[in-house]
Each structure stands twice: as C-alpha cells, then as structure tokens.
C-alpha cells in the first residue's frame, strides 16, 4: 500500500492547482489499469496528511478548492514574503522595457515587427517577458510561416499600475520644445 502514497504524493505535488479525489481516481486507475477504490485513495491523503503535520517539514498537505495541494506552514511566511518581495522588486533590463514598449503600443505584435522597430535580436527579451508573465502570445499571424502573436498580459496591468492599455502615456505626453539658442525673448 505504501506505493499508493508515493504516486498520490507525486500526482498532488506536481499539480499546479489542488487535486480532488476523483481527478487523483483517474489517473491512478489509467497508471495502474484498475479501479483504484476512493476509500484507498482517502486513507492515504490522510497518511500524507498526518506525516507532513510533522515539524520536520516546512509545508502540509491542505485540503481547499475541492482538493488537495501542498502549502507552506504559517510559520514561515515572512520568509516567503521576503523572497517574492525581492522577485517582484527585479527591474527590467533596457532591452525587456523597450521590447516591452513595443508590444504595449503596438500589440498584437509578432516577434520579427518588434526586431524591426528595434533593429536587434529579440529572442532573449522576449523568453524573459514570457518567463515574468508580463507578455502572452495571443494566437498566429495570418502571414507567411504564421509567426506567433504577443500582446500584454493581466500581470502586465498590474506590475505598471494600470487597469487598461488605453491608461499607457501617449507619445503627445512626450512633447519636447523646440531647440533654441541663446534666450528667449518675450
């Protein structure tokens, strides 16, 4: 039966969202080709359960949404805190903003438009973007080769503080003077 635990703790840790019984059902049922009963499966999250209430272990296995995921304990959260602080607070290199300026003014907006404007590569920029989940691609060009669409994402709105695109500053808030020399005269 200890097999059981490993292959649910494997299935709830890999998921990125919580994992129901019936969900951990299939795919144990489609790994092991039988019916796994629900009560095997019950009796085993509370082993996993009860082994990760344990001090030894930093995090637990929580039942919320409908599911099962791994949290970390209470007891840790400033430390947590401070490590996605320092995440968030990473700047943009010049190359990231200004790609990302791009695909703001000029979304949707394929990856060799943006090498245009720019006149470099823009490959590692772009990964780097997608990686901040500030960037998303938002379907195909219906061009030759069919190249992939980027535009901003929610996460986009909100690292800049805005709730619409249309809040970005207009070029016409950029105006400069005109050069003159020597002073002005009234």
Known sequence: MEFLHKHIEALIFCSPNPLGV????KCLTEMFESDVPKEHIEDAIKVLQQKYEHDDYSFGLVNL???FQFLTKP???SSISILLK???TKRLSTAQMETLSIIAYKQPVTKGEMEQIRGVNCDYSVQKL???ELITIKGKAETVGKPLLYGTSEKFMEYFGINNIK???Q????SQDDNQIG???D
């Open 22 to 25: 019936a969900e951990i059902g």
């Open 65 to 67: 949404g409908g599911g």
């Open 75 to 77: 007891a840790y959260q």
């Open 86 to 88: 320092q995440q968030s």
């Open 130 to 132: 997608l990686e901040k």
């Open 167 to 169: 809040d970005l500053p």
């Open 171 to 174: 070029p016409k808030d950029f």
């Open 183 to 185: 002073d002005q005269k």
